[in-house]
């Protein structure tokens, strides 16, 4: 079946590393997503990753795909206050439709 | 480029009463979908669409129907409202399959 967990809170210090993990169900999956959504906001696509590749990063942003271990994960260097936020990590469902299965959302606490 | 664009941002409606969500796109997109956010549970999409006049059913589409007259607008209709409705609303759009999401900004439905 189709599912994607995360855990639901991760609290780190300004300036250290945040890395948010999410896990799917689904090896067929061909890409995979992170979303930030700020507080009464609507989501952003953050980054999002092909499933023949392990590793991307986009400036503070590394994303990592263990395809074996159906383990994704989010990694944000330098973390900032302006990053406090909840991610989610979502996967395009098999069908050939434009469906995402979402996790329920990782929220990040970044204290000084 | 005003992407995508939902109305209202917040409603208030009593039991029974029906209403009409509005999403805009302008983006050319052929990809729409409608999702609900509730607490602890990500986004489950509630139905989609793959091009004007095509639509179906996602996770969740029990009491809403669409509809896809032009590739710009993707309406949700609530017949009649019930409290198991509350919740806040995206709209998304989508250049294609596989590609990344544009969300507009939700709607928060309160039913009482």
């Known amino acids: 079946g189709e599912d994607v967990e995360q855990s639901l809170f991760l609290s780190v210090r300004e300036g250290d590393s945040s890395v948010i993990n999410c896990t799917y169900t689904?090896?067929?999956?061909?890409?995979l997503y992170w979303y930030k959504q700020e507080p009464g906001a609507g989501l952003q696509l953050l980054t999002y990753i092909f499933s023949n590749m392990d590793m991307k990063q986009d400036q503070r942003l590394t994303v990592l795909l263990n395809k074996k271990d159906k383990h994704l994960s989010l990694r944000i260097a330098d973390t900032q206050t302006g990053d406090s936020a909840i991610y989610f990590c979502a996967e395009r469902a098999p069908g050939g439709y434009n469906k995402l299965i979402f996790g329920a959302g990782t929220r990040l606490a970044v204290h000084p | 480029n005003a992407g995508v664009t939902q109305t209202p941002k917040f409603q208030v409606l009593k039991t029974g009463q029906s209403m009409t969500l509005q999403c805009a796109q302008d983006m050319n997109h052929e990809y729409m979908s409608w999702y609900r956010q509730d607490p602890g549970m990500g986004l489950r999409l509630i139905h989609y669409?793959?091009?004007?006049?095509?639509?179906d059913q996602g996770e969740v589409p029990n009491g809403y129907n669409v509809s896809r007259s032009t590739t710009e607008d993707f309406p949700l209709r609530l017949l009649s409202a019930a409290p198991s409705q509350t919740s806040v609303y995206f709209c998304?759009?989508?250049?294609?399959?596989?590609?990344?999401?544009?969300f507009g900004q939700g709607t928060r439905l309160t039913v009482v």
């Open positions: 998304a759009s989508s250049r294609e399959l596989g590609t990344e999401a544009f």
């Open positions: 689904d090896s067929s999956s061909t890409y």
């Open positions: 669409s793959v091009g004007a006049g095509i639509t």
